[in-house]
């Protein structure tokens, strides 16, 4: 199986950022001829702080991103938070991702199964590989017929993750498209004074341990300037490393 991409800013900040970024993937899709998801969030629901930026929200954002589809030609991902929102979001994106601390809510899974759309489903920092069986399970009855699982590590302790590999092989079990998400298991939750850190120079090692491991797709938050990102800069990848990371990966 070929291993897909998915890629962008965490959160819509601007069009121009939008735009800066699927030039860039566009170019990487062309170059490598590679299967490539252009991701962005309308609205991060799971912020730290309640003062922390959120994004456009959902009638603005979906605006934006299908600007994106139309004039880059690219696949869409986003995540929704509630379930109301599948619906409208199934008419814009190509992929619908649970965030990993919604992922055992039924009612969203089953939401996001029902509009035909790709679900991608991440999993939760306090569940192993195994127990992700469940919630492949309540999208598939709910009528999604492809659903792939991300790997974004797991709680240890307090402010910090760690990734356990196995998990990849342990999904691949029951779903064939097990992704690494590769920014977000660099993260350390809540350990920047309100705000989320992490290790983006880990990055590029997390991938490539992904792929001994058989993972089947890779996901990087990037973003051309991420030390003044508005939402998870210290865990984003740079713009400009994005080539040499897919490169190592090919």
């Known amino acids: 199986m070929n291993p897909i991409f998915i890629a962008g800013p965490c959160v819509i ?4 950022l939008l735009y800066e970024v699927a030039r860039e993937l566009v170019r990487l899709k062309r170059k490598y001829n590679i299967e490539i998801y252009f991701k962005a969030s309308f609205d991060k629901a799971n912020r730290t702080s ?6 456009p929200g959902m009638e603005k954002g979906l605006t934006m991103l299908n600007d994106v589809r139309e004039k880059f030609g690219l696949n869409l991902l986003t995540d929704i938070h509630e379930s109301f929102q599948a619906a409208p979001v199934g008419e814009v994106a190509d992929v619908i991702q649970i965030p990993a601390f919604l992922c055992r809510q039924t009612d969203l899974l089953v939401a996001a199964a029902r509009t ?9 920092q306090f569940l192993s590989g195994p127990d992700m069986k469940y919630p492949v399970e309540k999208a598939r009855e709910g009528g999604a ?27 691949l079990a029951f779903t064939p498209r097990v992704i690494m998400d590769c920014t977000h ?10 705000a989320t850190g992490g290790d983006r120079e880990f990055v590029p090692s997390m991938a490539l341990a992904a792929k001994a491991f058989g993972a089947t797709g890779y996901f990087f ?3 051309p300037d991420p030390e003044h990102a508005l939402s998870d800069g210290p865990n984003m990848l740079y ?3 994005l080539d040499p990371v897919i490169a190592s990966l090919l």
Request: proline share 3%; net charge neutral.
């Open 116 to 124: 035909g759309k790709i679900v991608n489903i991440k999993k939760a």
């Open 145 to 171: 017929t492809e659903v792939w699982l991300t790997e974004r590590g797991n709680i240890y302790g307090y402010n910090n993750l760690i990734v356990d590999f196995r998990n990849i092989p342990d999904m």
């Open 221 to 223: 938050e990037t973003h």
């Open 185 to 194: 298991s660099v993260q350390r939750p809540g350990a920047a004074g309100g």
């Open 239 to 241: 713009l400009k490393d």
């Open 13 to 16: 900040e601007s069009a121009d």
């Open 50 to 55: 309640v003062h922390s930026f959120r994004g």
